[in-house]
């Protein structure tokens, strides 16, 4: 399985759009991006996954590049219920063994 | 639709002892997958049952076997404890066809004296 590379920790303000980057260079033809996060005591919370085109749905934006090496995580509007633990895996198709690496801490401050 | 549910939700346990923990995941799911979470070593994978089937293995010791029943629920066990098997474990479940959306539980927290 392909390794990710994140940011430990970002800070972003109530309301605007936080950008969590994610460096998957090793990442094969098969593979998909999935982002999950943890907000504290709970159990990780799936967000969106994407193979090569862009994909949004009601949570989140997801922006793959042309070579598919690395991606960015976008939280339109972001509160401070967004405060969490952001997780970018890299997975093969026909698997649901996921690789969590460390993450990003993501702070929403008012 | 109900969610992934775990239980117990807490458990103390004493060194040399063994557990079950069970999985209850969501109707019309296939597939379950363990995962370990402890501050020093994060998530990490366990195994995934799908179909009453081992699909996936983490790199574990033998300690943490599992299985999953015809209805889809799933029990681990964890055998010998030792302190380090300390940790929240959750389960997920998916509907296992492909790489689907994981739904997770809340954890069941293991601690072991």
């Known amino acids: 399985d392909a390794k990710t590379t994140q940011p430990p920790s970002m800070d972003c303000a109530e309301g605007r759009a936080a950008n969590l980057p994610c460096n998957h260079s090793?990442?094969?033809?098969?593979?998909?991006v999935y982002w999950y996060r943890q907000i504290h005591s709970q159990g990780p919370q799936y967000i969106i996954h994407?193979?090569?085109n862009n994909e949004t749905n009601e949570m989140a934006s997801l922006i793959i590049t042309e070579d598919r090496k690395s991606s960015t995580l976008i939280l339109p509007h972001a509160t401070l219920r967004d405060t969490a633990v952001y997780y970018c895996?890299?997975?093969?198709?026909?698997?649901?063994?996921?690789?969590f690496g460390t993450g990003t801490r993501l702070q929403v401050f008012p | 639709k109900a969610g992934v549910t775990q239980t117990p939700r807490y458990l103390i346990k004493t060194r040399g002892q063994q557990v079950t923990l069970s999985c209850s995941p969501i109707?019309?799911?296939?597939?379950v997958s363990w995962y370990q979470q402890t501050p020093g070593q994060g998530l990490q994978f366990l195994f995934e049952?799908?179909?009453?089937?081992?699909?996936n293995k983490g790199n574990f010791p033998g300690r943490f076997s599992g299985r999953q029943f015809s209805n889809s629920r799933s029990e681990m066990n964890v055998s010998t404890l030792e302190l380090g098997d300390s940790a929240l474990y959750l389960c997920?479940?998916?509907?296992?066809?492909?790489?689907?959306?994981?739904?997770f539980g809340p954890g069941t927290r293991l601690t072991v004296l």
């Open positions: 997920a479940s998916s509907l296992g066809d492909y790489v689907n959306e994981q739904f």
């Open positions: 090793t990442i094969s033809g098969n593979e998909y």
């Open positions: 994407g193979l090569k």
């Open positions: 895996i890299v997975a093969s198709y026909n698997t649901d063994k996921l690789i």
């Open positions: 109707s019309g799911h296939r597939s």
């Open positions: 049952y799908f179909s009453e089937t081992q699909r």
